[in-house]
């Protein structure tokens, strides 16, 4: 199992499906596809699609009965970038190395290709079928991608990081924010796959405690590259976080407290994996990639 | 029948049941939900619920059994007016007598709040429980809504009506822009409650028919409305259209034009009731109620 062939393989797939999604025509709203457009095919690692298809696949279910609501979920994690890039949010000019939506666009076609992605996320995930499935199981996962998505999750989280900028924030504080605002999707995304394959009650609550270390990871690794990262190899730049007094990992455990905590993460998150196979190999490949990666 | 009795009726079961969806914790985001509820409970006319309603009602159905997917519709409603309102956008400062949702939370928890709302409409549609459904019917409502509420729908007539501010509009675009903005979620109010209550394709169809006049009637009232309204009794400023040169039907076909524009329609939407029995009651005095509204 090599990591890069296996990403290669699945992001090709994403790409496929996500411009499909995103074909139909708007008519006199052209500008609005092209924005929404701009920003799902901006450069993004995909990896909330990538970890759908490989948690569905680590309990024996295929890439074609979850590749669409993998989609969905990437939707709705762009329309969450558009929006926290806005002057009233983060106000960053730079993703992946190009203009955010709003310079593109103009605040107000941002805004509203936010809107559309959300939406169109949910209309995708209405629309999916799933072998076997009456429609209860795809209901039951709307309900857990909105609940991970809204108020009580990224939202949530997001807003509490905007009023916590500039002021001291505690270690439980900062838990609070990454879990709502980058956990909850990370975790949605590996239940999704594991439910839309039948994973039984065992098997999810495994990948469910994997994801959450998954996602905690992910987020000490974020805030780590914002302090070393390389601007150039990231798309944007670095120290951003300092500046604007935000609760990071780092400001509160320093580097080497944070990496630490990365480590001692991912092997939870390994351990978390021991009851499955080879199938879940992509799975264990995923985190490790975070400790090493370089954007 | 008597409409002031029925809207009252409806309109209490509505803001219960809101209150309700609305009611849990958010610790740390505490603001959010003030946010989001503040502007839900600000004094909306309830339309689109009790359309969801007097539609199931209008085909034998129960409001217990649609309530939830009519709050969720006013959820959408509510978001998209409160991004609408964004400084970015329309930039309004007062809605129905008060302060917007920007100027009391700021923009950043304003965008917040309405993605959450949007988010939490498609929660609350997964999780409601229609009687004899074993989910494909609400998979179909939220389908339904999704489209309505996206960028071939609402988010596109917006985007649409944006562009088109202070530049010659003719009359196509100016239907497309309407029918869009306010008729696809109005539409599928309609259709939600026909469809909740098993409606048959030919009374869908011609419920169908009666939403899309409905739709149209509201519309140039309401644009008549901010020519010639009172602005104490609409809490909002009349006359803004004129000053951004708004596609309005006043604007193409002058007043009289524009009344005699929505008599007609009204008469159409009636037509389009004659299948139906007093059951449909509501729904008729709810299109006479658009013709002599103050607000």
Redesign the interface.
């Known amino acids: 199992m090599n990591l890069h062939d296996y990403l290669k393989e699945k992001t090709a797939s994403v790409e496929l499906a996500l411009d499909s999604i995103l074909g ?1 025509d ?4 052209s ?3 092209e924005a ?1 457009r701009y920003s799902v095919f901006a450069g993004g690692k995909r990896l909330r699609p990538v970890l759908v298809i490989a948690a569905a696949e680590a309990v024996g279910g295929r890439e074609e009965d979850v590749i669409t609501a993998a989609c969905a979920i990437e939707l709705i994690h762009t ?1 969450s970038l558009i ?1 926290d890039d ?1 002057p ?2 983060d106000d960053d000019d730079f993703r992946r190395g190009r203009p955010t939506n709003h310079k593109v666009y ?4 941002a ?2 290709a ?3 992605l ?3 996320a ?2 995708v ?3 999916c079928s799933v072998p076997g ?8 996962v ?2 857990e991608i ?2 991970a ?4 999750g990224m ?6 990081d ?2 916590s900028e500039g002021k001291p924030v505690d270690a439980a ?1 900062l838990l ?1 924010i990454h879990k ?1 605002k980058t956990g909850a999707l990370l975790r949605a995304a590996v239940r999704t796959g594991a439910i839309l394959a039948g994973a039984g009650e065992e098997e999810l609550a495994a990948l469910t405690s994997f994801a959450e270390e998954f996602g905690l990871v992910f987020q000490i690794t974020d805030d780590i590259l914002n302090v070393v990262g390389d601007s150039a190899i990231m798309g944007k730049p670095v120290g951003t976080d300092v500046q604007r007094a935000k609760a990071t990992y780092p400001a509160l455990y320093g580097l080497a407290g944070a990496r630490q905590r990365a480590r001692a993460g991912r092997e939870r998150a390994l351990a978390a994996l021991s009851p499955f196979d080879a199938k879940a190999d992509p799975l264990r490949l995923l985190v490790n990639y975070l400790l090493e990666r370089e954007k």
Do not use: C, S, W
């Open positions: 139909e708007l008519g006199r709203a500008i609005l596809k929404m329309y929006h806005l009233a949010m103009g605040e107000a076609i805004i509203l936010g809107d559309a959300l939406t169109k949910f209309e995930l209405a629309g499935d009456d429609g209860r199981v795809m209901l039951r709307i309900r909105a609940a998505a809204g108020a009580r939202v949530g989280g997001q807003a509490v905007i009023l504080t609070a709502n």
